[in-house]
């Protein structure tokens, strides 16, 4: 069973960074798939990153290319979403996932686990 332990959210000026953390408490990661999802008020839960832990193939939503980094450091069994030049539209709460599929999957089906999710605020 994969437990997934979030950090590194808060509040920040639009134009910052934040990175977050998500750790596998079990230490299961090599045969995951970890993405990072947000869901922000009266809106669905919708993808932004995810990577894949054994060939470190990655992918990620539109809305955030260029400025977010997904990464993993597998004897950590932590992965991490490095977030720049933020937006008062990337404010939502911020959810870890894993999945024991195939490929970088975008949709919130595919992932069997998740984490309690961290707070990201935006002030513009």
């Known amino acids: 069973q994969v437990q997934l332990v979030e950090s590194g959210g808060g509040l920040v000026q639009a134009g910052g960074s934040l990175r977050l953390s998500c750790t596998d408490s079990r230490r299961t990661y090599g045969r995951y798939v970890m993405g990072w999802f947000r869901q922000a008020p009266g809106k669905e839960r919708e993808f932004v990153a995810a990577i894949n832990w054994s060939s470190s193939t990655s992918d990620y939503a539109d809305s955030v290319k260029g400025r977010f980094t997904i990464s993993r450091d597998t004897p950590k069994a932590t992965g991490y979403l490095q977030m720049n030049s933020l937006k008062p539209e990337d404010t939502a709460v911020y959810y870890c996932?894993?999945?024991?599929?195939?490929?970088?999957?975008?949709?919130?089906?595919?992932?069997?686990?998740w984490g309690q999710g961290t707070q990201v605020t935006v002030s513009s």
């Open positions: 996932s894993a999945s024991d599929g195939m490929g970088v999957p975008s949709k919130v089906a595919s992932y069997e686990y």
